[in-house]
């Protein structure tokens, strides 16, 4: 039974376009690769490419019967082994070509998929793994990161301009949580750099269980994050740095194991209260924000 070939093989594409050019140069090979199917021949198992007649009227209106019949007379190649007629369930001549069983299984085999020349390129912008900056890379990280990058490479041979971005989180109280932890361990920097990633998360695990156990080490951690962002130039803020990069650093040595690759790093910290200050000026200006319960929202 005839299926639609949904991918867009080379050998389609070339039985398309000796179609075009035998019938009419106005119908490009890709319009008419829409319309071969895909079938097995019943008696020796072996793949072909079926066009039917109802396609054929479709596309070549003014064509007669005897046009489509005279395409059993389309030169055989490496590629074309043979080209002959059959009836299909419906009594509806076919024009079934015969392909060259060792081509076919290789240009499946090898994905060699054609350039579409209907194509328009676009800018395509994907986000994917997102690591946690201070933690092992793990299993629930690996699944988005393979994806992200499988999409990134179909895209670009597709001829695609992709932008490549992970977004890391490395902002907010659970920052002062690890600050906390590395306090407790007393860490030095050397010794960060040592191990960076296991050396920090049992930095977060301390810190962590302290912050549950005592209140006062969770205003604790609560102050050290405010600290981070009242205060541009402070020993925390260079350990925060300095952090950032170690943890850059760790992951990038397992995305070049992987195979995987980025544009760009975007941060947590780049939509700080700093940044959106403007913004939320410019929404209060516009009276587009109200306040409710002693909170400002979106109207």
Same mark, same amino acid.
């Given at each position: 039974?005839?299926?639609?070939?949904?991918?867009?093989?080379?050998? #389609?594409? /070339?039985?398309? $376009? %000796?179609?075009?050019?035998?019938?009419?140069?106005?119908?490009?090979?890709?319009?008419?690769? /829409?319309?071969?199917?895909?079938?097995?021949?019943?008696?020796?198992?072996?793949?072909?490419?079926?066009?039917?007649?109802?396609?054929?009227?479709? +596309? !070549?209106?003014?064509?007669?019967?005897?046009?489509?019949?005279?395409?059993?007379? @389309?030169?055989?190649?490496?590629?074309?082994?043979?080209?002959?007629?059959?009836?299909?369930?419906?009594?509806?001549?076919?024009?079934?070509?015969?392909?060259?069983?060792?081509?076919?299984?290789?240009?499946?085999?090898?994905?060699?998929?054609?350039? &579409?020349?209907?194509? /328009?390129?676009? #800018?395509?912008?994907?986000?994917?793994?997102?690591?946690?900056?201070?933690?092992?890379?793990?299993?629930?990280?690996?699944?988005?990161? =393979?994806?992200?990058? *499988?999409?990134?490479?179909?895209?670009?041979?597709?001829?695609?301009?992709?932008?490549?971005?992970?977004?890391?989180?490395?902002?907010?109280?659970? !920052?002062?949580?690890?600050?906390?932890?590395?306090?407790?361990?007393?860490? $030095?920097?050397?010794?960060? /750099?040592?191990?960076? =990633?296991?050396? @920090?998360?049992?930095?977060?695990?301390?810190?962590?269980?302290?912050?549950?156990?005592?209140?006062?080490?969770?205003? %604790?951690?609560?102050?050290?994050?405010?600290?981070?962002?009242?205060?541009? #130039?402070?020993?925390?803020?260079?350990?925060?740095?300095?952090?950032?990069?170690?943890?850059? &650093?760790?992951?990038?040595?397992?995305?070049?194991? +992987?195979?995987?690759?980025?544009?760009?790093?975007?941060?947590?910290?780049?939509?700080?209260?700093?940044? *959106?200050?403007?913004?939320?000026?410019?929404?209060?200006?516009?009276?587009?924000?109200?306040?409710?319960?002693?909170?400002?929202?979106?109207?």
């Amino acid at each position: 039974m005839a299926k639609s070939l949904k991918c867009k093989l080379h050998l #389609n594409l /070339k039985i398309a $376009s %000796e179609l075009s050019s035998k019938l009419s140069k106005d119908i490009p090979p890709t319009t008419i690769s /829409k319309y071969l199917l895909y079938g097995i021949n019943k008696k020796n198992g072996k793949a072909n490419l079926i066009f039917p007649f109802k396609s054929f009227k479709r +596309l !070549f209106p003014e064509s007669s019967k005897e046009d489509f019949h005279s395409l059993v007379k @389309l030169p055989c190649d490496d590629v074309l082994n043979s080209v002959e007629t059959s009836l299909s369930s419906e009594n509806d001549p076919n024009i079934v070509f015969n392909l060259d069983q060792q081509h076919f299984i290789q240009d499946v085999l090898l994905d060699k998929y054609s350039s &579409n020349e209907d194509f /328009k390129s676009q #800018n395509i912008v994907i986000d994917y793994s997102s690591p946690n900056v201070a933690k092992p890379f793990h299993m629930g990280h690996l699944r988005s990161t =393979i994806i992200g990058n *499988f999409l990134g490479n179909l895209y670009e041979h597709l001829g695609h301009k992709v932008t490549r971005l992970t977004y890391l989180g490395d902002w907010g109280t659970q !920052f002062g949580v690890l600050q906390l932890g590395i306090q407790m361990l007393n860490l $030095s920097n050397a010794e960060l /750099k040592r191990d960076p =990633i296991q050396q @920090l998360y049992n930095a977060y695990i301390v810190g962590n269980r302290l912050v549950e156990e005592e209140e006062s080490a969770a205003e %604790e951690a609560r102050n050290a994050f405010c600290h981070l962002e009242t205060k541009d #130039n402070s020993p925390i803020m260079e350990r925060w740095k300095m952090i950032r990069k170690v943890t850059v &650093n760790e992951l990038e040595k397992m995305y070049t194991r +992987l195979g995987v690759k980025f544009d760009e790093y975007h941060w947590e910290s780049m939509y700080n209260a700093k940044a *959106f200050a403007p913004i939320l000026q410019m929404m209060e200006s516009n009276r587009l924000l109200e306040e409710e319960e002693g909170k400002k929202g979106c109207r």
